[in-house]
């Protein structure tokens, strides 16, 4: 079974940043795309931003020039870059496949942003 596990989490005063990991199982990565998604308490999941293996991105507007997404294909790895934070981005943020592997979901990592 395919394996995400996402790390880099925590708690950050509002502007601080912040960088996301997940390392993904071959499985799951290679060749797809791939998004990282948060879900805030009493809220749908959400996409936040996603890659394709040719490095092309997209993002949701409420993130467009403060998050930036990348990807290290040669070690399955896919990193979300988090500046500027803001309280609403708080949330559990978790990486998959885009459309996502439904079978597959991480335990994700909190972010925190509050002063």
């Known amino acids: 079974q395919a394996q995400l596990v996402e790390s880099g989490g925590g708690l950050v005063q509002p502007g601080g940043s912040l960088r996301l990991s997940c390392a993904a199982s071959?499985?799951?990565?290679?060749?797809?795309?791939m998004g990282w998604y948060r879900q805030a308490p009493g809220k749908q999941r959400e996409l936040v931003a996603r890659i394709r293996s040719d490095a092309s991105t997209y993002y949701r507007d409420s993130v467009k020039g403060r998050f930036t997404i990348s990807r290290h294909n040669a070690k399955s790895a896919v990193y979300l870059q988090m500046n500027s934070l803001k309280p609403e981005d708080t949330a559990v943020y978790y990486c998959n496949r885009f459309p996502p592997d439904f079978t597959s979901w991480g335990q994700g990592t909190q972010v925190t942003v509050s002063s």
């Open positions: 071959g499985s799951i990565f290679s060749g797809y795309v």
